[in-house]
């Protein structure tokens, strides 16, 4: 069984994060990290690798030379090998085009179960899993809490606010986990040294047989035309207690804002 999980570089959220100049995320402004949100997947492509002996788990990114790195946490966390789609044209590209790319990485890996984190904590989109099964034509079974794989069936949990669904699907299938999964595991010291002899594979749009003027900023659906900062904070109220009257002041502003 190989099982593909989609990791993605971002940047991190501690840092400085904006918008260049041609409204894409300006992801040179920042450090960039894995996804929080993917290391849930592949937390469980490992765990469903450590039930079975035939097992063969690969990640897989999209991005430039800097999402190089969410290819070697993976790895270091436990992932066999890597392939990174790396092209200029890809720059820009929206959910559509990424699904699209992704969609032709995963039929050239050929994998029996492809595994993602619900969505990725810079665009926060969500939709990339759901366009992926579709153009693949497979099952999707999202927002899984957990995931178990038996002969030709994956199942995942979903869990809601006030009931918990047991999904199944045929393989092959595409699978998306929330941070609900479980807590995702730190690469050893032994891991890390492993995972400078795994193997990655590069590729472009040419080797995947994506048009290139399908994709990137050109050809998105949609486009940011102008940014400007959030406004800093502004300092709060204060308010002096003399003789009684706070407990006024804090119950007219509680009630102004219908808080109470």
């Not at 590729?203 to 959030?230: F, H, K, Q, Y």
């Amino acid at each position: 069984m190989k099982i593909v999980v989609l990791v993605k570089h971002v940047p991190d959220a501690t840092g400085e994060r904006g918008f260049a100049a041609d409204g894409t995320v300006d992801r040179a402004a920042s450090d960039g990290l894995l996804s929080e949100l993917d290391e849930y997947a592949v937390e469980q492509a490992l765990q469903i690798a450590e039930a079975s002996d035939d097992v063969e788990v690969v990640a897989l990114t999209l991005g430039g030379d800097e999402a190089a790195d969410a290819i070697k946490r993976a790895l270091q966390m436990g992932v066999g090998a890597g392939i990174h789609i790396n092209d200029e044209a890809v720059h820009g590209s929206d959910a559509l085009a990424t699904s699209a790319i992704l969609a032709a990485a995963v039929t050239k890996a050929a994998p029996d179960l492809v595994i993602c984190g619900m969505a990725s904590t810079d665009g926060s989109m969500g939709v990339v899993p759901a366009m992926l099964a579709e153009r693949l034509g497979w099952p999707a079974v999202t927002f899984g809490s957990s995931v178990t794989v038996s002969a030709d069936t994956v199942t995942i949990r979903r869990d809601g606010d006030t009931a918990s669904q047991t999904i199944e699907a045929k393989l092959p299938a595409v699978v998306s986990v929330t941070d609900q999964s479980g807590e995702a595991r730190y690469p050893s010291m032994k891991g890390i040294l492993a995972a400078k002899k795994k193997p990655v594979e590069h590729w472009t749009l040419a080797d995947l047989g994506v048009d290139a003027g399908s994709v990137g900023l050109a050809a998105a659906w949609t486009r940011v035309l102008e940014t400007s900062p959030r406004p800093p904070k502004e300092a709060g109220r204060v308010v002096t207690d003399e003789g009684g009257s706070g407990a006024k002041a804090l119950v007219d502003f509680l009630s102004a804002g219908k808080y109470i």
